[in-house]
């Protein structure tokens, strides 16, 4: 079992910045952050290997989010610049053993951390 803790989240500004924060109980090989917004699917955002030398990230955000992760803390962050309204949503965090955009492929799960984007 893996206990995920997203935080960071909260109101900001269009153009702001924000750090987003996953501590969790132990390391998996593949962690990543996913989004959601009411009434739509979880969206991919990103995802990183252990090492960190494999990176995804969904195309539209490449330029303005960047995945990292320290695994002496097991903690993982998402730094989201030039933020815009359409990025509003409920960010996860997730772990599990597969790089992939599809959450299915993730086994575990945190609650959540709100984003808010006001223009």
């Known amino acids: 079992q893996v206990h995920l803790a997203e935080s960071g989240g909260g109101l900001v500004q269009a153009g702001g910045s924000l750090r987003l924060s996953c501590v969790a109980s132990?390391?998996?090989?593949?962690m990543g952050w996913f989004r959601q917004t009411p009434g739509k699917e979880r969206e991919f955002v990103a995802v990183?290997?252990?090492?960190?030398?494999?990176?995804y990230t969904e195309a539209p955000l490449k330029s303005r989010f960047t995945i990292s992760r320290v695994n002496a803390e097991n903690v993982v962050h998402l730094f989201m610049s030039s933020l815009k309204p359409e990025d509003t949503a409920i960010y996860y965090c997730a772990a599990g053993e597969n790089l992939s955009r599809h959450d299915t492929e993730y086994v575990y799960w945190g609650q959540g951390t709100q984003v808010t984007v006001s223009s």
């Open positions: 132990r390391n998996t090989y593949a």
């Open positions: 990183i290997s252990w090492s960190g030398t494999l990176v």
